[in-house]
């Protein structure tokens, strides 16, 4: 996928890039790899964080949804999801219901039955499997396919290997790859747009920079 002179579109169903549709651009990004670090595929099973548990609703068991990426339906045509607890306890549970609510999801899950039980569950992390998100478009990638991706810088005085990628953030006008970088030192966080990004392999683990010519760290 070559940017060109653009910025890069970012596949936003979660996690959150063309870069893609992000998974999430808050998630949590401790997912488990097929590969080892270096390459950024995860395995189909691995479960990736769409939203959290925010409240109950009524008093009948429902939760309501904070979505991390709020255009996401994805969780509309889930019948069985992963509950991570804060204290990283994991449950699968069947999903009885789920409907939209403004830029929220309502969700019923089984043997989640009345207004005592779901807020116990308040602030757990719903889950899917990777290969129940949506497909992508051609040049898009999810954020949880490229996180510990190598990244390359193709000139400059920085040319070479520069590190792996951490996380993407969202700012209101771009949003930026996190790089850890190889040399132990402050991170760099390099804009989405085709000035920076020559290109995006989630499939190789690589991202190639342009440069990081005039890029302040950390």
Partial sequence: MNAGSSAFRLARSLCLLSVVSLCSLSLPLSL???FPPGHSVISPDAWVPLAEIARPHGV??????KLF???SDALLEADEVLVRLPSGEEHEVSVDTARRADQAILMKLHSVDDRTRADEIRGALICIKRDALPPLDDGEFYICDIVDARVVVASGES????GTVREVRSYPSVDALVVKT???GKDYEIPLVGAFVESVDATAGLVTLVTVDGIERG
């Fill in 32 to 34: 488990p790899l097929l």
């Fill in 60 to 65: 009948r068991g429902e939760l309501r949804l």
């Fill in 69 to 71: 990426n709020r255009d």
């Fill in 159 to 162: 040319k070479g290997e520069l």
């Fill in 182 to 184: 190889a040399d132990g």
